[in-house]
């Protein structure tokens, strides 16, 4: 399974990765069942502080 990177500008390429290892881990685990999975927050907006975590949907 793939992520988009539009709106991912703002992660850090460490944030990425655990991205897209979750995602995969996700995919794996879910197969066909799982439909989709959404970061947002302020992470995604842009608008984050230095303490940020990443929200999944």
Do not use: H
Not at 34 to 55: C, E, H, Q, T, W
């Amino acid at each position: 399974m793939n992520t988009t990177q539009s709106g991912l500008k703002y992660l850090t390429n460490t944030e990425k990765i655990a991205l897209e290892r979750f995602v995969n881990a996700l995919g794996n685990t879910m197969g066909d069942n799982l439909i989709s999975v959404a970061p947002f927050g302020s992470k995604v907006r842009g608008n984050y502080m230095p303490d940020s975590d990443l929200d999944i949907l």
